[in-house]
Structure formats: structure tokens, C-alpha cells
């Protein structure tokens, strides 16, 4: 094989599924990637500060998402006006969020 592919993931946390196919490509001869996801959870990845998807990206990846926990938190913020379950999901992104 050869060429380009695009990986479509419903959802990207670590980025370990995506590392895998990306590296089996690689070594079919795929040279260009890309990678479409539903939920980007946008935590931490390998790094201690960057997420999943920006690591991919830094590596020459295009990642593309659907939705980001960011949308999530602003619907939740805004429409939904649910504090109690903001107040949850930051606690939850203070320990897990990658620095965006």
C-alpha cells in the first residue's frame, strides 16, 4: 500500500489506538495521514501537558474532531446552566485536561 488514508476513531483519549494504525501505515508505505474523531477528550497524552490529538499533530498527523471536551463544558456552562455538573467536569479536567 501506499498513498494517503484518513482513520476515522469515535473517540481519542492517550491516542493509543491511533499511534498503533499510524504506525502499521507507516510501514505499509502510507505516507500522508489524517484523523477524523467524534469526541476528542482533549486529556493529557504521552506528554504531561499537551493532548492526544496535539501530539498526533505535532507529528505531521492532521487530526480533525467533531466535538471537544470545550464544547461539552461551554453547553454545559451555557445551555444546560447544570453548575453542579460544571463544577464536576472541571474538577475532572483540573486532574485528567491537557493544557489547551
Known amino acids: 500500500a501506499q498513498g494517503r488514508a484518513l482513520i476515522v476513531d469515535d473517540v481519542i483519549t492517550a491516542g493509543t489506538a491511533v499511534r498503533e494504525v499510524t504506525g502499521i501505515l507507516h510501514q505499509e508505505g502510507v505516507s500522508e495521514l489524517a484523523v477524523l474523531i467524534g469526541l476528542d477528550r482533549q486529556e493529557r497524552g504521552l506528554s504531561s501537558d499537551q493532548s492526544a490529538s496535539q501530539e ?9 474532531s467533531i466535538v471537544g471536551m470545550e464544547d461539552i463544558r461551554h453547553y454545559i456552562a451555557g445551555e444546560l446552566a447544570d ?4 463544577k464536576r467536569m472541571d474538577a475532572y479536567w483540573a486532574a485528567y485536561g491537557a493544557s489547551l
Open 56 to 64: 498526533l499533530a505535532a507529528d505531521g498527523i492532521a487530526v480533525y
Open 83 to 86: 453548575t453542579d455538573l460544571l
